[in-house]
Nanobody, 115 residues
Framework: QVQLVESGGGLVQSGGSLRLSCAASGITGSIYAYGWYRQVPGNQRQFLAWDTNEGNTNYASSVKGRFTISIDNAKNTVYLQMNSLKPDDTAVYLC?????????WGQGTQVTVSS
């Protein structure tokens, strides 16, 4: 059974930094890409960053230059380094992976940025 577990969320002041982690387990086959999204209650899930595991990354304009996605293939883990955080970044952050068996999602970790 595929399982993704996020960690690293919490409360941070505006201008601060957090590093999120997402560890995938139960994977059979290859992971082709990793991604991060976020969601505020009542809103649609918002794309943040994507890494195709071939060195190709893509970022939403709202986080480009502030957030960095990285992968540790040996650990099947993806990270999201978040700098210069703003109150508007407050949301539940979710990781996702794309494998030969489909897409899988984590449960999310709460990030709250105080002003």
């Amino acid at each position: 059974q595929v399982q993704l577990v996020e960690s690293g969320g919490g409360l941070v002041q505006s201008g601060g930094s957090l590093r999120l982690s997402c560890a995938a387990s139960g994977i059979t086959g290859s992971i082709y890409a990793y991604g991060w999204y976020r969601q505020v209650p009542g809103n649609q899930r918002q794309f943040l960053a994507w890494d195709t595991n071939e060195g190709n990354t893509n970022y939403a304009s709202s986080v480009k230059g502030r957030f960095t996605i990285s992968i540790d293939n040996a650990k099947n883990t993806v990270y999201l380094q978040m700098n210069s955080l703003k109150p508007d970044d407050t949301a539940v952050y979710l990781c996702t992976i794309r494998t030969g068996s489909g897409h899988f999602w984590g449960q999310g970790t709460q990030v709250t940025v105080s002003s």
